[in-house]
């Protein structure tokens, strides 16, 4: 690999030598397995992923004059060819492609992988690839769940994948503004920490924020769990800078602008399409005197929703709001560690004994709803926003859990992925889908995407499980986040199980009058559904913009449409 580019393992999630995750600590986690997967975790043969040694990795098809030309833009030390890195880069980390990866199912791998490691180089890669006609896929962090770095199974010509892990730093700081200008390769935890040392922060933290970057965010229009305070990454940036074979698209840092159709939203999430980000302008905040994260208890999915509506309506205006379903509220607790000290098992006592406080007064302690809210700003100011959001929690039946769950919700927000790769390892599938809708369908939807994913688990003959939180509050509706989870069958397809749940839960959000995805982007994995979310003349309207930026179909084909 590249010196100082850092990288995931090349079979799951994360760095290797992140410890997987852990359930023996668990008390409630083999059990809550057992009952809702039919998995017995004690008994179930754990089949790990294999040595890349042991897989068919197919050759590079790059000629010695392919690599020649790589070589003279960005170094012979920053063009890679070995089994590992390319392998790295063949895909993202979506539930197909860690499956394809692990059975070592290759069919396109990239023929070289380079780093380039400025603007320029990266300008003259893409200008090179036009003329010889290259395939260009642009890599940030490998996250992407939605088959947005793949090449076409039947590509033919020469795939280069462009890493831009090297070119990683801030350029320049506007603290009048407050606005940054940064390069496109840095990942999160990064960009946070070179921000506060200056006393900033983006405020941008999506779930894969540990191994995604700024150009990744960019590229499929992401979102952060902090969105109701810092906004989307489309209202984050400011301005950009993107690399084309022709040239370099330079989109200044002003607040608005009102010059045509907005070439900055063409660009953004357009997942390589157009060509490669190399520099983004993002809007910073002074980092907040006090971050408080409260739990609240809900006795139904029905008054929290409504109760989270009525805060996004109230003259509260907190970091993020978050409310799980029933079924995710009791994976939660299922997950919660054993008490080992005399503080712990106390406070575990007062959990239990809550819950029998509620019985007595009517709830059903099985359809209650766990919710996180976050407060930023002075004491003066959490204190109002705290005030606000309690009243409104107990008009609508809710109780306050306080801020020692909250704040065990804050350093455990980016564990939840490393829980794939251990089911995976047991023959598990566990993934998610996202969407958005208007407040007035959320409930509906809710409804009707388990109903949906129930059927779905029905005609594989597999028992599943299916969770949900929403999260990201807008004026007009929010994000309804989906977890599915079910035991792949000895005998039949892995791929067409995962695609019947996967299909039936996508097609149910366009039924129901929701988004096909709400930050995860399009890829290849929700592709065939951007007719019935664009309607036809819409997929036209963007299928004239791709051709016309690239009529060779040399950067990154068969994304986003076809």
């Given at each position: 690999m590249a010196p100082d580019v850092k990288h995931q393992k090349?079979?799951?999630?994360?760095?290797?030598?992140?410890?997987?995750?852990?359930?023996?600590?668990?008390?409630?986690?083999?059990?809550?397995?057992?009952?809702?997967?039919?998995?017995?975790?004690?008994?179930?043969p754990v089949v790990g992923p294999p040595s890349l040694d042991e897989l068919n990795v197919p050759e590079s098809r790059a000629s010695e004059d392919d690599l020649a030309g790589l070589r003279a833009i960005v170094g012979e030390e920053n063009v890679e060819l070995d089994d590992e890195a390319r392998i790295v880069h063949w895909a993202g980390r979506s539930v197909r492609d860690l499956l394809r990866t692990r059975r070592g199912d290759f069919t396109r791998v990239p023929d070289a992988v380079v780093?380039?490691?400025?603007?320029?180089?990266?300008r003259a890669l893409l200008a090179a690839a036009s003329e010889r006609n290259w395939v260009v896929i642009p890599f940030g962090g490998g996250t992407s769940i939605s088959g947005s770095l793949n090449a076409p199974d039947a590509e033919e010509r020469t795939v280069v994948t462009v890493d831009l892990g090297r070119m990683n730093r801030v350029l320049e700081v506007d603290e009048h503004s407050m606005l940054a200008r940064v390069q496109a390769g840095i990942l999160g935890p990064d960009l946070e920490d070179a921000l506060a040392a200056r006393g900033l922060t983006m405020g941008h933290v999506p779930d894969s924020f540990t191994y995604s970057t700024l150009g990744g965010w960019v590229a499929t229009r992401s979102s952060g769990m902090q969105s109701d305070k810092y906004g989307d990454i489309a209202d984050i940036v400011k301005g950009l800078r993107l690399a084309r074979p022709g040239g370099v698209v330079a989109l200044r840092d002003l607040p608005s602008t009102s010059t045509g159709p907005s070439v900055r939203e063409m660009i953004i999430g357009s997942e390589g399409r157009l060509g490669i980000v190399t520099e983004v302008t993002i809007q910073v905040h002074p980092l907040p005197e006090h971050r408080d994260v409260i739990a609240y208890m809900f006795p139904t999915w029905d008054k929290a929703l409504?109760?989270?509506?009525?805060?996004?309506?109230?003259?509260?205006?907190?970091?993020?709001?978050?409310?799980?379903?029933?079924?995710?509220?009791?994976?939660?607790?299922s997950t919660q560690k054993a008490p080992t000290t005399t503080l712990k098992k106390a406070s575990a006592f007062g959990q239990e004994k809550l819950?029998?406080?509620?019985?007595?007064?009517?709830?059903?302690?099985?359809?209650?709803?766990?919710?996180?809210?976050?407060?930023?700003?002075s004491a003066k100011h959490n204190a109002r926003e705290k005030k606000i959001v309690k009243d409104l929690v107990a008009k609508h039946g809710g109780i306050v859990l306080g801020g020692s769950p909250g704040a065990l919700y804050d350093?455990?927000?980016?564990?939840?992925?490393?829980?794939?790769?251990?089911?995976?390892?047991?023959?598990?599938?566990?993934?998610?889908?996202?969407?958005?809708?208007?407040?007035?369908?959320?409930?509906?939807?809710?409804?009707?995407?388990?109903?949906?994913?129930?059927?779905?688990?029905?005609?594989?003959?597999?028992?599943?499980?299916?969770?949900?939180?929403?999260?990201?509050?807008?004026?007009?509706?929010?994000?309804?986040?989906?977890?599915?989870?079910?035991?792949?069958?000895?005998?039949?397809?892995?791929?067409?199980?995962?695609?019947?749940?996967?299909?039936?839960?996508?097609?149910?959000?366009?039924?129901?009058?929701?988004?096909l995805s709400h930050h995860h982007g399009v890829g290849?994995?929700?592709?065939?559904?951007?007719?019935?979310?664009?309607?036809?003349?819409?997929?036209?309207?963007?299928?004239?913009?791709?051709?016309?930026?690239?009529?060779?179909?040399?950067?990154?084909?068969?994304?986003?449409?076809?």
């Open positions: 090349w079979w799951g999630w994360g760095a290797d030598g992140v410890p997987e995750f852990n359930y023996t600590n668990k008390p409630a986690f083999a059990p809550f397995v057992k009952e809702n997967l039919g998995l017995d975790l004690a008994n179930a780093y380039p490691g400025d603007e320029e180089e990266t409504l109760c989270m509506h009525a805060v996004a309506r109230s003259e509260a205006h907190p970091t993020f709001t978050r409310i799980s379903d029933a079924a995710e509220t009791s994976f939660s607790l819950w029998d406080f509620l019985r007595l007064r009517g709830w059903d302690t099985d359809q209650m709803c766990l919710s996180y809210v976050c407060y930023e700003g350093q455990k927000k980016f564990d939840t992925p490393y829980l794939r790769d251990f089911l995976l390892d047991r023959r598990t599938i566990g993934d998610v889908s996202e969407t958005a809708a208007p407040w007035s369908k959320l409930a509906a939807v809710h409804r009707r995407v388990r109903e949906a994913a129930g059927r779905a688990f029905d005609q594989i003959g597999r028992q599943g499980f299916i969770m949900c939180h929403m999260s990201h509050s807008y004026h007009a509706g929010a994000c309804l986040y989906f977890t599915f989870a079910f035991v792949l069958g000895e005998d039949a397809d892995d791929l067409a199980q995962y695609d019947a749940v996967k299909s039936a839960i996508q097609q149910c959000f366009i039924d129901c009058g929701a988004t290849t994995e929700h592709k065939p559904w951007m007719a019935q979310d664009l309607s036809e003349p819409g997929v036209d309207l963007m299928a004239g913009l791709f051709h016309a930026a690239d009529p060779g179909a040399n950067l990154n084909p068969g994304k986003v449409i076809d």
